[in-house]
């Protein structure tokens, strides 16, 4: 039988059920099994390979599918383990120690939370980058986070919700630059917007730091002590702290503001680092390079880094990637995603249903990208039909799986923050409360505004019939 030209369209319940089962296995394995996460994403690439074959998908179109996928993520695989390699060599060389102990000069610990989310937040809106944040004042925050016993998870939250202000809003980022291009909105006109329905949402995160660091964080009256007990400790570490070793950091904010390419940027913070491992720690270029691979031992006996301890989140990366390439190609996502828009009935129905769709292509993807092409794409017509412009289908995607990307444990966003804080996605993930609160704030605020400008306009219908 001549498969590829015999095959028929998967029905949608044998498309839903390797879907449910591995959203089901990935939440149990979160949470509750302590397995690779790539494990659940396995099984639901070979149970859709397998129902694909079914419905007479040959075998040669479905490895090409599977093809398609992980090299449509390819790219970010060579990001994953620069960022390892350069938190290894910036261990090694003392620079994060250096921005440990300058942190902790001119950070007040009493609201490390708050401060660590401001800052995050300032920061990504210069740079544009989630990941660039992180691996400069995210570094610096954990760092001091480790120093003072203080839940690095929490910390790390905080700086995560910060970091994603600048991915979704700063006309430097390159999902935003995306988002416009895909929706065909022009960022500049949306701009007012996107502030308009972040400003609130950064206010009210604040204050929830806010309260954390006042009743959570328990520093206690000794918190001068342990800040002085920790620049001691430091001290002791290196004899000196030059300014010298916070170049790396310096040099990657200001390659990041002028937009050189992450790749080559994160190369450039790397041989910076390995100059100053050489210079101020008297190590030998082998040393260094076999700390970049392996990872870098602290005298605390943390290993930090290292392209070899990131083979779990490649190979997780690389399931992802083929596991999404299988649906896509199958018909499998076109079937659900006729099934998801076949409801729509109206604009508040229309915005809901857009947030649904991008928050759901970034899980199944495991990127964020994915979320913005998917719902841009496939919904660019109906906000045609209900005249809503393509800006409010911009600010949908925006306020949705952009900024949920970072709270999905197998999303490449998320991965890479982690990676570079040195934390699990799930140990952040209840304490980034901004990703929670800004599509639901966002939601309401439309169906709020809508459902008041259908009352103001049915009154004044009434009036003229009257």
Request: charged share 10%.
């Amino acid at each position: 039988m001549n498969h590829k030209n015999s095959s028929r369209e998967i029905p949608l319940l044998m498309v839903i059920i390797p879907i449910a089962l591995t959203v089901f296995l990935l939440i149990m394995t979160v949470f509750y099994l302590d397995s690779p996460l790539y494990l659940p994403l396995l099984m639901g690439y070979f149970f859709s390979f397998f129902i694909a074959f079914i419905y007479h998908r040959s075998v040669k179109e479905l490895l090409k599918a599977t093809y398609q996928g992980i090299h449509s993520i390819a790219a970010i695989i060579s990001i994953l383990v620069l960022i390892g390699v350069l938190i290894a060599i910036w261990s090694s060389s003392g620079t994060i120690d250096a921005l440990v102990y300058y942190g902790l000069a001119i950070v007040n610990p009493k609201y490390l939370v708050v401060i660590s989310f401001l800052v995050s937040s300032m920061i990504s809106m210069l740079l544009g980058t989630s990941v660039g944040t992180m691996s400069t004042v995210g570094v610096a925050f954990m760092g001091i986070a480790h120093s003072l016993s203080i839940d690095t998870g929490l910390v790390a939250g905080a700086l995560v919700s910060g970091a994603f202000v600048g991915d979704r809003t700063s006309p430097l980022s390159s999902a935003a630059q995306i988002n416009a291009l895909v929706t065909g909105a022009n960022y500049y006109d949306e701009v007012s917007r996107l502030i308009k329905t972040l400003l609130p949402v950064i206010l009210i995160s604040a204050i929830i730091y806010f309260f954390i660091d006042l009743y959570w964080v328990q520093l206690g009256q000794g918190a001068n002590v342990k800040v002085e007990e920790a620049m001691n400790s430091l001290k002791n570490l290196y004899g000196q702290i030059p300014l010298w070793l916070l170049l790396p950091p310096i040099s990657i904010l200001i390659f990041a503001f002028f937009k050189v390419p992450t790749k080559i940027n994160l190369t450039i913070g790397i041989l910076i680092g390995i100059i100053l491992a050489y210079i101020f720690q008297d190590k030998d270029l082998f040393s260094i390079l076999i700390e970049g691979i392996f990872g870098y031992q602290h005298p605390t006996g943390k290993v930090y880094g290292g392209g070899w301890n990131m083979l779990h989140q490649i190979v997780l990366i690389v399931v992802a990637g083929a596991f999404y390439g299988m649906l896509e190609s199958t018909g499998m996502l076109a079937t659900v995603l006729r099934k998801l828009t076949s409801g729509i009935n109206g604009p508040v129905s229309l915005v809901k249903k857009t947030m649904v769709i991008s928050i759901f292509s970034a899980a199944l993807s495991s990127t964020q990208v994915i979320g913005i092409m998917v719902p841009g794409k496939t919904l660019s017509s109906f906000y045609k039909n209900y005249n809503l412009g393509n800006g409010l289908l911009y600010k949908s995607i925006a306020d949705s799986g952009m900024v949920v990307a970072g709270l999905i444990p197998w999303n490449l966003n998320a991965l890479l923050l982690a990676i570079a804080l040195n934390v699990e996605v799930v140990d952040y993930l209840p304490f980034a409360v901004l990703l929670f609160i800004l599509p639901i704030y966002s939601f309401y605020q439309f169906k709020y505004s809508y459902l008041k400008k259908e009352k103001k306009l049915s009154r004044k219908l009434a009036e003229k019939v009257e």
